[in-house]
């Protein structure tokens, strides 16, 4: 299979990015909400630091200030709880606006071309680019936002209080790192590629199950239902094949990468 190009990548990005100019708004609310809640959850474990710090003993314990840290721990937990679920929901508005601006696009684009265009290609495959794969895009932005976004944040400073608190420590997890990286980027490259062989099977099988059903009539003139039965299996079997792998490397990446962290 021909590998899609650097340059078509950078291409699709610049596309999908293009439809948040439309929701500026609501893309910066989530860039907010997301340092915010990041930045909380950074901040329970340096205060927990801090609460067993005014435990240096089973009789010298600063109840004063156990109890301070305990409520402003239990304050953070809350806010971090409340611009999480911020996050999550306004990703969905963006997501859900996205897929719907690029349907209207669709749709918008379909009505000027030729009636060659449609008698050149499935019909089932075009339904499945507008319906699936516009869902697909909004699924993939909405984890953009929700995991992306907190990720960089939490990572950005999870680095800031380590070089605070160990600096040579922060070295060598940064030296050994890129091993989750690299391993991601591996895992990664072939899932996408599951993926995409998976989309492209649905979007033949779609085609194929629309002209067999609405035409049987046809079928059953040329006497074409066992050949037109093992078509269907055929591709049915390749998109099994194709979706579990791809469910098999991208479920890979959360593990791989705790296991590495946790070596670290």
Not at 21 to 29: G, P, Q, R, T, W
Request: hydrophobic share 45%.
């Amino acid at each position: 299979m021909k590998k899609p190009s650097l340059k078509k990548s950078k291409s699709f990005y610049k596309r999908i990015f293009s439809y948040f100019s439309n929701h500026k708004v609501l893309f910066v609310m989530s860039v907010i909400t997301a340092a915010a809640a990041s930045g909380l959850q950074l901040l329970l474990p340096y205060l927990m630091g801090i609460i067993i710090d005014y435990i240096p003993g089973a009789s010298r314990v600063n109840f004063t200030g156990v109890t301070k840290y305990c409520l402003i721990m239990a304050a953070a937990i809350v806010l971090a709880g409340v611009f999480q679920w911020f996050v999550s929901f306004i990703g969905n508005k963006i997501a859900f606006a996205v897929c719907s601006d690029i349907r209207k696009e669709c749709m918008e684009r379909i009505n000027t071309y030729p009636v060659r265009f449609f008698d050149s290609i499935s019909h089932g495959d075009t339904v499945s680019r507008i319906s699936s794969d516009a869902e697909n895009i909004s699924d993939g932005i909405l984890q953009l936002i929700r995991q992306l976004f907190i990720g960089v944040f939490t990572l950005v400073g999870s680095f800031v209080l380590m070089m605070r608190l160990n600096w040579i420590i922060t070295l060598v997890v940064v030296a050994l790192t890129p091993l989750a990286f690299l391993l991601s980027s591996f895992i990664v490259r072939n899932s996408n590629k599951m993926f995409k062989l998976q989309q492209q099977t649905v979007g033949r099988l779609n085609g194929f199950a629309k002209e067999f059903i609405e035409g049987q009539k046809t079928v059953k003139a040329y006497s074409m239902e066992k050949s037109g039965i093992e078509s269907f299996e055929q591709e049915n079997s390749k998109l099994y094949e194709y979706g579990r792998k791809a469910q098999f490397y991208s479920s890979l990446v959360n593990h791989c990468t705790r296991f590495i962290n946790s070596s670290i």
